[in-house]
């Protein structure tokens, strides 16, 4: 099985910066043939697709909502991919969860991802 477990979440001010982390571990697990994700989740709303990366880094896709302000990246000698978060608004308030999906193309579906994490509260305050 695979486990991906977020961190990096909490309570900031809106302008301010936040960093997500998702270290990824799993007996067979090679996280270098995955693509990976970043999804939201705000109350009373659907689990929104954010940012993916694919397997090697080298390309990647944003949401509307963040282009320009996230950055998705990743380290596969750690297991680890990463959401930069700069200029928070209060509208970025959410659970964070990452994900993983076996394949060399990024994904931006929910339903396309195999692996998720427990997920991590981001709270902007106006």
């Known amino acids: 099985q695979v486990q991906l477990v977020e961190s990096g979440g909490g309570l900031v001010q809106a302008g301010g910066s936040l960093r997500l982390s998702c270290a990824a571990s799993?007996?067979?697990?090679?996280?270098?043939?995955?693509?990976m994700g970043w999804f939201r989740q705000a109350p009373g709303k659907e689990r929104e697709f954010v940012a993916t990366?694919?397997?090697?880094?080298?390309?990647?896709y944003y949401a509307d909502s963040v282009r320009g302000r996230f950055t998705i990246s990743r380290d596969n000698a750690k297991n680890t991919v990463y959401l930069q978060m700069n200029n928070l608004k209060p509208e970025d308030t959410a659970v964070y969860y990452c994900?993983?999906?076996?394949?060399?193309?990024?994904?931006?579906?929910?339903?396309?991802?195999?692996?998720w994490g427990q997920g991590t509260q981001v709270t902007v305050s106006s």
């Open positions: 994900a993983g999906k076996n394949g060399k193309n990024y994904y931006y579906i929910v339903a396309q991802y195999d692996y």
């Open positions: 990366i694919n397997w090697s880094g080298g390309r990647t």
């Open positions: 799993g007996r067979t697990f090679t996280f270098s043939n995955y693509a």
